[in-house]
Each structure stands twice: as C-alpha cells, then as structure tokens.
C-alpha cells in the first residue's frame, strides 16, 4: 500500500509540473499518458482535448485501442451514440469528474455500445473514464481501460484520477490560451512570463495593454515595480499549489476575476514555466477579457443568488428542463419551481428567456448594478 500511495504521489507531482510548465497539447497529451502508465496499471491509454463548448475532441493520444482504423469508427459511430457513461455527464453530474464503465452499467458492460462495439472486439473489459474540467467546462478527457478478465479499477485509482482531472483540464485550457495568443488579432489573451525573481521576462503586447488597464506601470515595471498586484497574487498562488502539503491546496488551480478600471472585468489565470539546470521555473500569467462565464457568476453574486440558485441557474443556461435539473441536483421538480421563482424575483424578471438575456447577454462587459429594492 504505501508502495502504490508513493508511485501515485510521484505521479501526480510529475503530472501537475507538466500541466502548469505551459505546454502545448501536443507535447503534454503525450506525457501525461506516460505519468498514467507508470501509475496505474491498463492495456489501452488514451488522453485528448476538448472543444470546451462542443465537447468535440480535438487532439488525443492514445495506446493499445487497436490503431487509426479503429479511432475513426470509435469517433464516427460511437462517440455522439453512446448514452452510458458518455462524456456529456459533466452536465448532468459536474461534481463526478471520474466513473468507472462498471458503475454506470450497475456491473453490466455489455448495456454499453462502447464495450460492444469498440471493447470487447478488441479484448478489453473494465474501463475507468475522466473528464478534466475548469470552471465546469469540460477541457479534456482519459480513458484506461483493461483486458478482459483482469480486475476492475480500485478506489485509489479512482482517487488518484481524480486528482489529475482539474490539472490536467487547467493545462489544456492554458495550451488553449497560448495556442490563441499566438494569433495576430484583436481582443486575444495576453501572455506575460515571470522569472523567479518576479521580473518580467517575456511579454505580448495584448499584456501590457491589459496591465495598463489595472494601473499605470511605471518605468521599472519590467523589474517587478509597479507591477499590478492581482499578477503578484496570481504568481504566488501558482507557486503555492505546485508546492501543496494538503489536497485541498493541490486541487486549486490559481485563477482570478478582477474589475479593470475601464469597467469591465478581466481574468487572470497563472502557470509555471519549465525549469531549466540554470533557471527555477518562473510564473506564466495568461490575462483575457472575463467571457459570458464569468460575468454570469459575477452578476448572481450580485444579486444575492443562493448557492444552489447558482447551479439551478447554470444549468438554465445550459438549456435544461426542470426534470432534467430536478435529476441533476438530486431534487424534486416541485423544489426546482421554488427555487426558479426565488430567482425570478431576485433578478426581476419574469421568465426563463428573460433570466439568460439578462444574466448572459445584457450589456456582458459593462458593470453590475445592484438591483433597486
């Protein structure tokens, strides 16, 4: 036992150093599978990102699944089709971000047209299947999946997979925004990298644009002076959670929303930089407009919503039904109602449409008045 704890504790570290070293997906899919063979013992590996709103895929890594031929039939005839355990649970279930095939069938795989079609075919059996989330967007996935015969995942590979699942799903959303900094166009992320020093080393200029929006930098401020103080805290807590004792501190991935002084809000989200023989890893700082996301949740702070208003919320934008929130939140439709009309009068409206026009649409980057009494 304390064996397996260690080779998962080593795991992890190497994973979260991976996912907060500021790696493309192409470079961190490949590694992180690796980190899941040394850690949990399977026959096939897979590890992909996502389109975070189609939850499409859109690069994976994969080992033992039976070749390209057997990913495009996996991709065009069971992906969208399978209704057991698919990746579209986060929606209906965000607080389980890893199942195993055994628990969604009640021990029965074969009710599952993945292990009809794409599993057993091949061989396999027993599969444990992750879904990397931020914020309840969904980044990335992995699936680990055994021979038939050999026994079913165990809690402590449940545990530890869901450790991974917020780094990992932090490391694909900064592969994202590195990935769309690079492009020559308006409104993109900014990307300002700092050495361990806490000077600023790199910058784009969408950055300091963005910076300029939360104060005046002085002259020095490429030597740390006059940096804003959200990069300072954001920097610090990348620091912090790479270096975590609990596994309170370990599941925290470093993100801020702030008020520029322009009016509207912006977020912050910290990586580190790989460490070199001669340098300490440094602080990666990725700064963008808040998107409809993050002004949603700002805007049901401010009009007091509960926090399981929040949720019934999230998933009114989402499109659901009351049944389908009622199944969700592990409540009756009867309570949904309650809950939707205490909504309603908080944020003064009336309706379903009227909510997400005005919590999702209305005026999304201008500030957020209290509403009158």
């Known amino acids: 036992m304390t064996t397996s704890r260690s080779l998962y504790e080593r795991a992890f570290k190497e994973i979260k150093r991976l996912c907060n070293s500021g790696l493309d997906d192409g470079t961190l899919l490949p590694a992180v599978v690796e980190c899941l063979q040394d850690a949990v013992a399977a026959e096939a590996y897979c590890c992909f990102a996502m389109d975070p709103v189609s939850g499409l895929m859109m690069r994976a890594v994969s080992e033992g699944l039976g070749g390209e031929q057997r990913r495009y039939f996996f991709l065009e005839h069971i992906y969208l089709e399978d209704d057991v355990n698919g990746y579209d649970w986060t929606a209906r279930n965000w607080r389980q971000p890893v199942m195993l095939l055994s628990e969604a ?60 699942a917020p780094h ?12 769309q900094a690079s492009l020559d166009s308006e409104g993109v992320p900014g990307v300002l990298v700092l050495d361990h020093r806490g000077w600023v080393t790199q910058y784009t200029q969408a950055a300091k644009g963005l910076l300029e929006e939360l104060e005046d930098l002085g002259p020095g401020w490429q030597e740390g002076e006059g940096l804003p103080l959200a990069i300072w805290m954001v920097a610090s807590a990348v620091r912090k959670a790479l270096m975590a ?62 926090p399981r208003e929040r949720e019934v919320v999230e998933l009114v934008i989402r499109g659901a039904s009351g049944k389908q929130i009622s199944e969700t939140l592990y409540i009756s439709e009867y309570t949904v109602q309650e809950h939707l009309s205490n909504i309603f009068d908080k944020v003064g409206v009336r309706g379903r449409r009227a909510l997400v026009k005005r919590l999702f649409f209305d005026n999304i980057y201008s500030p957020v008045q209290q509403p009158a009494l």
């Open 245 to 306: 004792q609990s596994d309170r501190d370990q599941a925290m991935v470093p993100r801020l929303c702030i008020k520029a002084r322009s009016g509207r809000w912006l977020t912050l989200q910290g990586a580190l930089t790989e460490a070199r023989p001669d340098e300490p890893s440094g602080a990666m700082i990725f700064i963008e407009p808040a998107g409809p996301k993050e002004m949603t949740w700002l805007k049901t702070s401010v009009y007091g919503l509960t």
């Open 105 to 164: 069938t009640g021990g029965r795989l074969e009710r599952s047209l993945r292990y009809r079609e794409f599993l057993r075919p091949v061989g396999l059996g027993h599969e444990m299947r992750g879904v990397c989330t931020l914020d309840k967007e969904r980044w990335g996935g992995t699936d680990l999946t055994r021979e038939r015969g050999r026994p079913d995942f165990n809690p402590q590979e449940v545990a530890f997979l869901r450790q991974v």
């Open 168 to 179: 990992l799903g932090a490391g694909l959303r900064a592969a994202a925004l590195i990935a």
